[in-house]
């Protein structure tokens, strides 16, 4: 088992991992043609840092994450903008709620914090179903975090569901991970935002 940086090859098992371990999630329901341009654009982007975790040729789990979250939603989208465009268009008649959720959730932040965005996110972290409590997770963590750091970034940061989710809670929190502020996401998804000093 061991861990690299994510390719464009990668994709269709990224995407297969992340259907797999969101399967109630938004991003998964707007289905697998978008989440494969979704890390598509991820991995080829030159300020982002993807991980996957190999085992005998297979990848067991991933990481997305970018070195700086503020704009980062929108200088994606304009690094992409025409594959953006036709995605959106097909949408607007397709799922028109859906678009307009995807433009609300642009950004993730408190109404009652400032918040300057001022490190790098980790957008995503899954591990495949039976691969699960191995320490697959923790080491994808702290990969992209060494990373991260190499990059000379500072702080990490990462949201994740307030409710019925204190297994992933713990699991940050026991890596190093503290919660900076607690956000509702549109249209009423509570959220943490976790942050950690590299």
């Known amino acids: ?53 190999v085992e005998n040729d297979a990848i067991i789990g991933f990481s997305a994450a970018t070195v700086k979250s503020r704009g980062f939603n929108t200088r994606l989208i304009k690094s992409n903008l025409y594959d953006f465009f036709v995605w959106s268009l097909r949408m607007l008649f397709v799922n028109p709620k859906a678009l307009m959720r995807l433009a609300k959730n642009l950004t993730k932040k408190s109404n009652v914090i ?15 179903s039976n691969h699960q409590n191995k320490g697959v997770g923790k080491k994808l963590l702290k990969e992209t975090e060494c990373e991260l750091k190499m990059k000379d970034v500072q702080n990490i940061s990462l949201t994740t569901d307030y409710y019925n989710n204190e297994a992933t809670v713990a699991f ?12 509702v996401s549109y249209p009423s998804r509570r959220m943490y935002r976790f942050i950690k000093e590299l």
């Open 172 to 183: 940050y929190k026991t890596m190093g991970y503290d919660v900076l502020y607690d956000f």
């Open 1 to 53: 088992m061991y861990t690299r940086k994510s390719v464009s090859q990668d994709v269709d098992q990224i995407v297969q991992i992340h259907c797999d371990a969101f399967k109630d999630f938004f991003l998964t329901s707007l289905g697998a043609e978008f989440l494969k341009f979704y890390y598509s654009s991820f991995i080829k982007n030159k300020e982002t840092v993807c991980m996957v975790e």
């Open 114 to 128: 400032e918040d300057k965005e001022d490190y790098a996110e980790l957008f995503s972290i899954a591990v495949s």
